[in-house]
T-cell receptor
Framework: SQKIEQNSEALNIQEGKTATLTCNYTNYSPAYLQWYRQDPGRGPVFLLL?????KEKRKERLKVTFDTTLKQSLFHITASQPADSATYLC??????????????FGAGTRLAVHP | NAGVMQNPRHLVRRRGQEARLRCSPM?????VYWYRQLPEEGLKFMVY????????ESGMPKERFSAEFPKEGPSILRIQQVVRGDSAAYFC????????????????FGPGTRLTVL
């Protein structure tokens, strides 16, 4: 069956360290994968999109990798800050979905950055 | 430049009542998506609409749920005869264009409506 999995355990790290979050998927062949941030009581906010022909994408302190062989994306936050504490969601649009952004989301990983 | 607006933010209903959730997309956006999020779970796609058209409702329960996006006014997600299992956060997102190949359009999410069924 098709699955998109993120580590359900919260990730606790010290301020200034690099946070690495994992997203694995099975039985999908996505054309691209996205990462969102969600704060408690709020809607998700788009962060980064990476396409299947891209290995890596960067935006300021964020870096995303996409390995279509392993069926995995890694999301890194370098020089993490307490303000980075949130839940991070990965999402993909499965091929054959009509090309209209019908996103499948993982359950998210909660990141806590401690001063 | 207002973002996606949803109201009400919180809605309490008793079993058997109707719930109406409203979503006003960002200005200029003609594509609306509804998602449901249960506690500790990811967002689940429910329905995709364009103005006056339902494009994909494959994630909607077959009974009691309906959605519309009229020519004028907000998109409405309607849940009839609510049950406790309908308690969740319902998010609306909008985008300006349909993704075509690599021309992907970002989705902008509203703050959500938290529905509690007593």
């Amino acid at each position: 069956s098709q699955k998109i999995e993120q580590n359900s355990e919260a990730l606790n790290i010290q301020e200034g360290k690099t946070a690495t979050l994992t997203c694995n998927y099975t039985n999908y062949s996505p054309a691209y994968l996205q990462w969102y941030r969600q704060d408690p009581g709020r809607g998700p906010v788009f962060l980064l999109l990476i396409r299947e022909n891209e290995k890596e994408k960067r935006k300021e302190r964020l870096k995303v990798t996409f390995d279509t062989t392993l069926k995995q994306s890694l999301f890194h936050i370098t020089a993490s800050q307490p303000a980075d504490s949130a839940t991070y969601l990965c999402a993909l649009e499965p091929t054959g979905s009509g090309g209209y952004n019908k996103l499948i989301f993982g359950a998210g990983t909660r990141l806590a950055v401690h001063p | 430049n207002a973002g996606v607006m949803q109201n009400p933010r919180h809605l309490v209903r008793r079993r058997g009542q109707e719930a109406r959730l409203r979503c006003s997309p960002m200005k200029g956006h003609s594509h609306v998506y509804w998602y449901r999020q249960l506690p500790e779970e990811g967002l689940k796609f429910m329905v995709y609409l364009q103005k006056e058209n339902i494009i994909d409702e494959s994630g909607m329960p077959k009974e009691r749920f309906s959605a519309e996006f009229p020519k004028e006014g907000p998109s409405i997600l309607r849940i009839q005869q609510v049950v406790r299992g309908d308690s969740a956060a319902y998010f609306c997102a909008s985008s300006s264009t349909r993704s075509q190949g690599f021309a992907m359009s970002e989705q902008f999410f509203g703050p959500g409506t938290r529905l509690t069924v007593l």
